[in-house]
């Protein structure tokens, strides 16, 4: 399977950081977040990405041209002119970082990737957003469920809107921010088939209106109900929680 990652946005809560870089590459502790979410990812066994960017792309680019360099020490032989790295941090990935559009809203990004989509179903989340979700769960959820997608619901702080989840996990709305204390939210984590891709129509849509809001009208979106970490990184406090989190080593993400 493939993670296909959300990750041109201009992230303009978070602008302290954001006018330099795409939210993706700002740090929690000495890595940028989308690594974190890929070093997540790939504890589950998943070794190939497909990046959306956008605004700032060839920041994302640039991090992963270089990444074995920037991960390795380095001695350098001046006399001779050779150097040496040594210490280096692989990983067993293969990314692929797609420029989907500077302005183009997050269904027309997911369109713009779809040549490198395979016909099997795919994994789909933000560039920004961390969770200790069972990703095993949530693809046996999806598979149980027959439905072309299925979306995390994790608990909220007030300021998201919050999903009307069914008896038998269909998600059957979307309501207004400031829901009942103890609803549930899109929390971002998505396992898609690719037949999804057949209700986008053009680039202009976002993949929450014109995706998620149609199948849940027509019953078709499931819900994996998730009840322990998640945390999105849109302003400069939650990314202080995040990198507080990190550094004291008690980040529920971290499980390799």
Same mark, same amino acid.
């Given at each position: 399977?493939?993670?296909?990652?959300?990750?041109?946005?201009?992230?303009?809560?978070?602008?302290?950081?954001?006018?330099?870089?795409?939210?993706?590459?700002?740090?929690?502790?000495?890595?940028?977040?989308?690594?974190?979410?890929?070093?997540?990812?790939?504890?589950?066994?998943?070794?190939?990405?497909?990046?959306?960017?956008?605004?700032?792309?060839?920041?994302?680019?640039?991090?992963?041209?270089?990444?074995?360099?920037?991960?390795?020490?380095?001695?350098?032989?001046?006399?001779?002119?050779?150097?040496?790295?040594?210490?280096?941090?692989?990983?067993?990935?293969?990314?692929?970082?797609?420029?989907?559009?500077? *302005?183009? %809203?997050?269904?027309?990004? #997911?369109?713009?990737?779809?040549?490198?989509? &395979?016909?099997?179903?795919?994994? !789909? $989340?933000?560039? *920004?957003? %961390?969770?200790?979700?069972? #990703?095993?769960?949530?693809?046996?959820?999806? &598979?149980?469920?027959?439905?072309? !997608? $299925?979306?995390?619901?994790?608990?909220?702080?007030?300021?998201?809107?919050?999903?009307?989840?069914?008896? &038998?996990?269909?998600?059957?709305?979307?309501?207004?921010?400031?829901?009942?204390?103890?609803?549930?939210?899109?929390?971002?984590?998505?396992?898609? &088939?690719?037949?999804?891709?057949?209700?986008?129509?053009?680039?202009?849509?976002?993949?929450?209106?014109?995706?998620?809001?149609?199948?849940?009208?027509?019953?078709?979106?499931?819900?994996?109900?998730?009840?322990?970490?998640?945390?999105?990184?849109?302003?400069?406090?939650?990314?202080?929680?995040?990198?507080?989190?990190?550094?004291?080593?008690?980040?529920?993400?971290?499980?390799?």
């Amino acid at each position: 399977m493939k993670l296909v990652i959300f990750a041109g946005g201009f992230g303009t809560r978070l602008s302290e950081e954001t006018q330099s870089i795409p939210k993706p590459m700002v740090k929690v502790g000495n890595m940028p977040i989308i690594w974190h979410i890929m070093k997540y990812y790939s504890f589950f066994g998943i070794s190939d990405f497909v990046i959306c960017g956008g605004y700032k792309v060839e920041e994302i680019k640039d991090y992963f041209s270089n990444f074995y360099r920037n991960s390795s020490d380095l001695f350098i032989d001046l006399s001779n002119n050779t150097a040496i790295f040594s210490n280096s941090q692989v990983e067993n990935w293969k990314i692929r970082v797609v420029d989907t559009g500077y *302005d183009t %809203l997050t269904a027309g990004r #997911l369109s713009r990737v779809r040549e490198f989509i &395979d016909s099997e179903c795919f994994y !789909l $989340t933000y560039g *920004d957003g %961390l969770s200790n979700i069972d #990703l095993n769960a949530l693809l046996k959820s999806h &598979d149980n469920a027959g439905k072309p !997608l $299925t979306i995390s619901a994790t608990r909220p702080p007030q300021r998201f809107g919050t999903l009307s989840i069914g008896a &038998d996990n269909t998600v059957e709305g979307f309501n207004e921010k400031y829901g009942k204390e103890h609803a549930y939210i899109n929390g971002g984590f998505f396992v898609c &088939d690719p037949k999804i891709l057949d209700i986008i129509h053009d680039d202009s849509g976002m993949f929450e209106e014109d995706v998620l809001k149609k199948l849940a009208m027509s019953r078709s979106l499931n819900a994996f109900k998730h009840d322990d970490f998640w945390q999105p990184m849109d302003t400069v406090y939650e990314r202080n929680i995040l990198n507080q989190m990190w550094l004291n080593d008690q980040a529920p993400w971290k499980v390799w």
